[in-house]
């Protein structure tokens, strides 16, 4: 599976932001869906993420009301809405996919097998 993410750039406090991250290789259908993120000089933490039957969703209490993380297995695509961005925000975002990764695992990055590269989100007046 290789994935590509997509959808970063420059946006100001409180604006709006979709990444894609798509996969490519096989269906990601089956398999759990995460993001994370690595702002400078510290280390990758876990965003969101979504289940393998697509069934639930799992988020950082530093995003949870303002992230949103969903699946369209017919494009082969998981997203990342993110709304009311605030500077702590920006960081480099990657997606993973996870083949065998159980609820106890969405959160950590040791339940994926398959890393995208990162998409830069900066949040800055």
């Known amino acids: 599976v290789q994935l590509q993410a997509s959808g970063g750039g420059l946006v100001q406090p409180g604006g709006s932001l979709r990444l894609s991250c798509a996969a490519s290789?096989?269906?990601?259908?089956?398999?759990?869906m995460g993001w994370f993120r690595q702002a400078p000089g510290k280390e990758r933490e876990f965003v969101a993420a979504?289940?393998?039957?697509?069934?639930?969703?799992v988020y950082a209490d530093s995003v949870k009301g303002r992230f949103t993380i969903s699946l369209d297995n017919a494009k082969n695509t998981v997203y990342l809405q993110m709304n009311s961005l605030k500077p702590e925000d920006t960081a480099a975002y990657y997606c993973?996919?996870?083949?065998?990764?159980?609820?106890?695992?969405?959160?950590?990055?040791?339940?994926?097998?398959?890393w995208g590269q990162g998409t830069l989100v900066t949040v800055s007046s």
């Open positions: 993973a996919a996870g083949r065998r990764t159980i609820a106890s695992m969405l959160g950590k990055r040791a339940g994926y097998d398959y």
């Open positions: 290789g096989r269906t990601f259908s089956g398999y759990a």
């Open positions: 979504i289940s393998r039957s697509g069934g639930s969703t």
